[in-house]
Structure formats: structure tokens, C-alpha cells
């Protein structure tokens, strides 16, 4: 089992019913990292250029035919950062910053031969977001990224030229210490071994299938 298998305890993540007072314990200091602000962008960008390196099979037959490009990490690198006080909105700034996005690229080559390869796509933001007061502890940015192509053609010696999606999230965070209420510790259940139910979905079928 697991906190939402079968598992019934007061002690476990879950929706609250009832009084939510009740069960309290304790205030808790937990170290995390605060959101001060955040906002999403998402677009489509055409004939981004990628120059592919690292290619396995290292010894492709050209010319290659692009599959697809997906980025493989979850946050992206964020280079040239210029945060600019906009003096007239209170706490707001002008948030300016390149972002850096590993990818993944797979393709073919003249012999049909299927190969990986890895590239990166910098998209450049410049955004509007709130930023916390003065204050000793610093404030970070940060960008949530994801990006996804299928379509894409071979334009130069390992150069793709691309279309793809891209999602950006952009947050401005900081480390710090927050007192919460808390119910006290989780009580964590057993596992529950999956090779138990590995025939119950065949069992459930019917002999022939219906018309």
C-alpha cells in the first residue's frame, strides 16, 4: 500500500475532513525555498538552429534526417541576468536574462541508422516580476524550462534547423526558514509489491472479445 493505497491514518498527506485544528501539534521550522514571484511563457519558435555534438554512433553515413528534439533537464541555465528596479511599481523589476536549454536530439542517418546527439537552444526573456525588499539572505532566479520539436531538417555539416515548443517559467526564489503548523510526523505505510497484481488485469478479460 501507500498514502493514497488503501491506507487509512490521520498521519498521512491527504484531504483535510473535518477541523483542520484538529491534530495539531506543533509549529515547525522547515528550511525551503519561497516563491516571491513566478510567471509562464509559452511559444513557438521557428528555424532555431541547433549544432549538434557528442553523436552516437560517432560515425554517421550523411547526409541526416531529424526525428525530433526534446530538452532533458527541467531547469534551464540562466546567463547575461539583468534585474532592473522599475521605479514607478513598488518591488516590481524588469527581469532580462538568456536561457540556456539542453537538448536531446535523435535522427537517422543515410543508412538508417538511428543516432542520438545533444545540442542547446537559448531563448531570451525579459520579463516584469516582483522582487522581495532589502534584505541579507539573497534572492535567485530561476527558469523552469521544457522544450519539444518534431519537426526539423538537416541544414549543415551536424546543423539542424528546427520548429519547436517551448515553455519557460520564470521565478524569483529564496532559501529561507518557515514556522508552520504541523500535525507531526508521517506515519508511512508498506509497500505494496507490484508482481501481486500482475495478473489481475489478464484475469479480468473476458475468454473472447465482445463483438
Given at each position: 500500500?501507500?498514502?493514497?493505497?488503501?491506507f487509512?491514518?490521520?498521519?498521512?498527506?491527504?484531504?483535510?475532513t473535518?477541523?483542520?485544528?484538529?491534530?495539531?501539534?506543533?509549529?515547525?521550522?522547515?528550511?525551503?525555498?519561497?516563491?516571491f514571484?513566478?510567471?509562464?511563457?509559452?511559444?513557438?519558435?521557428t528555424?532555431?538552429?541547433?549544432?549538434i555534438?557528442?553523436?552516437t554512433p560517432?560515425?554517421?553515413?550523411?547526409?541526416?534526417?531529424f526525428?525530433?528534439?526534446?530538452?532533458?533537464?527541467?531547469?534551464?541555465?540562466?546567463?547575461?541576468?539583468?534585474?532592473?528596479?522599475?521605479?514607478?511599481?513598488?518591488?516590481?523589476?524588469?527581469?532580462?536574462a538568456?536561457?540556456?536549454?539542453?537538448?536531446?536530439?535523435?535522427?537517422?542517418?543515410?543508412?538508417?541508422v538511428?543516432?542520438?546527439?545533444?545540442?542547446?537552444?537559448?531563448?531570451?526573456?525579459?520579463?516584469?516580476?516582483?522582487?522581495?525588499?532589502?534584505?541579507?539572505?539573497?534572492?535567485?532566479?530561476?527558469?523552469?524550462v521544457?522544450?519539444?520539436?518534431?519537426?526539423?531538417?538537416?541544414?549543415?555539416?551536424?546543423?539542424?534547423?528546427?520548429?519547436?515548443?517551448?515553455?519557460?517559467?520564470?521565478?524569483?526564489?529564496?532559501?529561507?526558514?518557515?514556522l508552520i503548523?504541523?500535525?507531526?510526523?508521517?506515519?508511512?505505510?508498506?509497500?505494496?509489491?507490484?508482481?501481486?497484481?500482475?495478473?489481475?488485469?489478464?484475469?479480468?478479460?473476458?475468454?473472447?472479445?465482445?463483438?
Open positions: 500500500m501507500s498514502f493514497f493505497c488503501n487509512q491514518s490521520d498521519k498521512c498527506p491527504g484531504p483535510i473535518g477541523n483542520p485544528l484538529n491534530g495539531l501539534c506543533e509549529k515547525v521550522c522547515l528550511q525551503a525555498k519561497k516563491v514571484d513566478a510567471c509562464m511563457q509559452q511559444t513557438q519558435l528555424d532555431i538552429v541547433l549544432n555534438t557528442n553523436l560517432s560515425n554517421p553515413t550523411y547526409p541526416l534526417t526525428i525530433s528534439a526534446k530538452s532533458t533537464v527541467s531547469e534551464g541555465t540562466i546567463s547575461n541576468l539583468i534585474i532592473e528596479p522599475i521605479p514607478e511599481r513598488e518591488r516590481a523589476a524588469r527581469v532580462k538568456d536561457i540556456i536549454i539542453p537538448v536531446s536530439v535523435a535522427y537517422t542517418d543515410a543508412n538508417g538511428e543516432g542520438v546527439a545533444t545540442s542547446t537552444v537559448t531563448v531570451t526573456k525579459d520579463v516584469i516580476l516582483n522582487i522581495p525588499s532589502a534584505s541579507i539572505m539573497p534572492y535567485t532566479v530561476e527558469a523552469v521544457s522544450l519539444v520539436s518534431t519537426q526539423g531538417a538537416y541544414t549543415g555539416v551536424n546543423q539542424f534547423t528546427i520548429d519547436c515548443c517551448v515553455s519557460i517559467i520564470m521565478k524569483v526564489v529564496m532559501e529561507v526558514e518557515l503548523p504541523s500535525y507531526g510526523y508521517t506515519a508511512i505505510p508498506p509497500c505494496q509489491d507490484y508482481t501481486q497484481e500482475v495478473c489481475a488485469g489478464f484475469f479480468e478479460l473476458p475468454v473472447y472479445p465482445e463483438r
